[in-house]
């Protein structure tokens, strides 16, 4: 068995827990492969080169970092492990002080997990460009920008009209996220949805909005002050948007998928990373 191990190197813990998990896999017969860039993540293209041939992957960091190699991973149809080196860690399937847990990876006793994605195609003047999302598209008012007057349509029919700092599209797995802090609601992640969540709205209806898996939004977006607004993807990309651009974002059919070697649900994590952890 060939194991990738991607640690993020932004975090010295990170580096430690590696050789740690990288010496206990070794010991019991798997090959090693570790994929690293100096004090950080590699890129997708770099990721997707090296888990070519790898049969399973195992991601050391934070939520971000987990998301980040999950995505690469997926298109190669690879499972990931994500072992908590941030502070989170809700995408995690095991903690720094469980590594004892690692056999089970190796003698495929553990639960995989499969999450949707978001297919993001953004339509400009120069040409279009479609990326994923695992957790969240953001399209929001620049730095220097006021507010922003964001259209979401499905089809014919406007969905949402919002001036505000902008809107979220999140999914299930995302709901614990950006959305949650905006005062989106938290979905189970078996729940096939999206969430259309207003940021600092200006009106009083600032709720929500659970959509059906199978709709397709389009966006648009005029800050009031002429400058650009932008869309961001998971906290990776981030893209200008002019105010003739119109992004269109859908449920994916592609999906990723993700290891739990413990026996702890949705709804267990939830409590102990969001309710009861100080």
Same mark, same amino acid.
């Given at each position: 068995?060939?194991?990738?191990?991607?640690?993020?190197?932004?975090?010295?813990?990170?580096?430690?827990?590696?050789?740690?998990?990288?010496?206990?896999?070794?010991?019991?017969?798997?090959?090693?492969?570790?994929?690293?860039?100096?004090?950080?993540?590699?890129?997708?293209?770099?990721?997707?080169?090296?888990?070519?041939?790898?049969?399973?992957?195992?991601?050391?960091?934070?939520?971000?970092?987990?998301?980040?190699?999950?995505?690469?991973?997926?298109?190669?149809?690879?499972?990931?492990?994500?072992?908590?080196?941030?502070?989170?860690?809700?995408?995690?399937?095991?903690?720094?002080?469980?590594?004892?847990?690692?056999?089970?990876?190796?003698?495929?006793?553990?639960?995989?997990?499969?999450?949707?994605?978001?297919?993001?195609?953004?339509?400009?003047?120069?040409?279009?460009?479609? #990326?994923? %999302?695992?957790?969240? !598209? &953001?399209?929001?008012?620049?730095?220097?920008?006021? @507010?922003?007057? $964001?259209?979401? /349509? +499905?089809?014919?029919?406007?969905?949402?009209?919002?001036?505000?700092?902008?809107?979220?599209?999140?999914?299930?797995?995302?709901?614990?996220?950006?959305? #949650?802090? %905006?005062?989106?609601? !938290? &979905?189970?992640?078996?729940?096939?949805?999206?969430? @259309?969540?207003? $940021?600092?709205? /200006? +009106?009083?209806?600032?709720?929500?909005?659970?959509?059906?898996?199978?709709?397709?939004?389009?966006?648009?977006?005029?800050?009031?002050?002429?400058?650009?607004?932008?869309?961001?993807?998971?906290?990776?990309?981030?893209?200008?948007?002019?105010?003739?651009?119109?992004?269109?974002?859908?449920? +994916?059919?592609?999906?990723?998928?993700?290891?739990?070697?413990?026996?702890?649900?949705?709804?267990?994590?939830?409590?102990?990373?969001?309710?009861?952890?100080?």
């Amino acid at each position: 068995m060939l194991i990738a191990v991607v640690p993020n190197q932004a975090k010295t813990e990170n580096v430690e827990l590696a050789r740690e998990v990288c010496q206990r896999l070794s010991r019991r017969g798997a090959n090693v492969r570790v994929v690293c860039a100096e004090k950080s993540l590699p890129t997708a293209a770099q990721l997707a080169e090296a888990l070519n041939g790898c049969d399973t992957v195992v991601a050391i960091g934070g939520d971000g970092t987990i998301m980040h190699v999950a995505k690469a991973a997926g298109s190669l149809g690879l499972s990931v492990l994500g072992i908590n080196g941030g502070h989170v860690g809700f995408l995690a399937g095991m903690e720094p002080d469980e590594l004892d847990k690692l056999d089970q990876l190796l003698s495929d006793e553990y639960a995989v997990e499969s999450r949707n994605l978001l297919q993001v195609t953004v339509h400009t003047a120069t040409g279009d460009q479609t #990326l994923l %999302a695992m957790n969240e !598209v &953001v399209i929001a008012r620049g730095s220097l920008s006021r @507010l922003v007057d $964001v259209t979401v /349509h +499905s089809g014919e029919f406007e969905v949402l009209t919002c001036r505000g700092d902008g809107v979220i599209v999140a999914t299930p797995t995302g709901s614990t996220a950006y959305s #949650l802090s %905006a005062g989106g609601p !938290v &979905v189970d992640p078996d729940v096939w949805c999206l969430l @259309l969540t207003p $940021v600092c709205p /200006h +009106s009083l209806d600032s709720r929500s909005r659970v959509l059906p898996h199978d709709i397709v939004l389009t966006l648009q977006a005029v800050t009031a002050d002429g400058n650009p607004a932008f869309i961001t993807i998971d906290g990776e990309q981030n893209i200008p948007l002019a105010p003739t651009d119109t992004v269109e974002v859908c449920i +994916s059919e592609k999906a990723v998928h993700l290891i739990n070697l413990t026996d702890t649900d949705f709804y267990e994590k939830l409590r102990y990373k969001l309710l009861d952890r100080r």
